[in-house]
């Protein structure tokens, strides 16, 4: 089973980045962030053309939005797995191999890291803490499960182009990684993608648009991320971070993230 998670940021402005993409990596499933779309202007008939068309979403018009797209047939998880989320922020299906995917867009959380000051980051905090609670109560949120999306959250100093320099900005703050800490451990999730390179390597995923020459530059962040349940472990077969796609005609910020796992 391959999966990739991808923020988009707008779907209908890179279906021909999406195709080329889908069609070279071939993923059983593709969850994606930031659509920027209502649910009535989502492009399924792409997704039925381009052998795609078991697709999920919740979205609304030009913020947010995810979606979850397969090949194979996608089931409802129980409600009480979806958690008490806003709607254009998460999705979750299951796969027919039983497999449970949970497809989140976190906050981005504003500009100024003060909860008191910008209400922006302290609605960041707050989902984070809801899915902490959320994954707490799941039953058996370590069976066949894996969690993926754009968590906004680079947990790591190996993580960021410069820890010392990002520690008071948005997305590698104490209080984000460690609220992200607590997610995971609420869940006793894995992050996939260090479980497979290790705690040292360099990974971002995410570059910004104000860098012209991003790729020399490099001064990315991984805000990207998969998690799997424990039991998937010994199935991980490969990640990767497809940065080549960040460097696509009118790309997005983000670079799709695969992980294959041997079921």
């Known amino acids: 089973m391959k999966i990739i998670t991808w923020n988009i940021n707008s779907v209908r402005k890179r279906l021909d980045l999406l195709k080329d993409l889908l069609e070279r990596e071939k993923p059983d499933v593709i969850?994606?962030?930031?659509?920027?779309?209502?649910?009535?202007?989502?492009?399924?008939s792409f997704f039925e053309e381009v052998g795609y068309g078991n697709v999920m979403f919740q979205g609304m018009k030009s913020y947010h939005g995810v979606a979850i797209a397969s090949p194979q047939k996608l089931a409802p998880v129980a409600?009480?797995?979806i958690g008490p989320f806003m709607a254009p922020r998460f999705i979750a299906a299951k796969?027919?191999?039983?497999?449970?995917?949970f497809n989140f867009y976190v906050p981005a959380g504003g500009d100024e890291p003060d909860p008191e000051i910008?209400?922006?980051?302290?609605?960041?905090?707050?989902f984070m803490e809801s899915m902490s609670t959320?994954?707490?109560?799941?039953?058996?949120?370590?069976?066949k499960s894996v969690l993926v999306g754009d968590l906004n959250v680079a947990p790591s100093e190996h993580d960021v182009w410069s820890h010392k320099q990002l520690l008071k900005i948005v997305s590698h703050t104490p209080v984000e990684t460690e609220a992200l800490a607590k997610v995971m451990a609420s869940g006793n999730w894995l992050d996939a993608v260090r479980e497979h390179f290790g705690e040292d390597d360099e990974l971002y995923s995410w570059w910004s648009y104000r860098s012209r020459d991003w790729k020399n530059a490099n001064k990315g962040r991984r805000l990207d991320h998969i998690w799997m349940g424990k039991d998937l472990k010994?199935?991980?077969s490969d990640v990767a971070i497809l940065d080549d796609v960040r460097g696509w005609d009118t790309p997005s910020d983000h670079a799709p993230i695969s992980a294959e796992f041997k079921l």
């Open 95 to 101: 796969l027919e191999n039983g497999v449970r995917v």
């Open 31 to 44: 969850c994606l962030q930031e659509t920027k779309v209502q649910d009535a202007d989502f492009p399924v």
């Open 134 to 143: 959320w994954s707490s109560d799941i039953k058996g949120p370590v069976k």
């Open 79 to 81: 409600k009480k797995e």
């Open 118 to 126: 910008n209400d922006k980051f302290r609605d960041k905090l707050d």
């Open 234 to 236: 010994k199935s991980l």
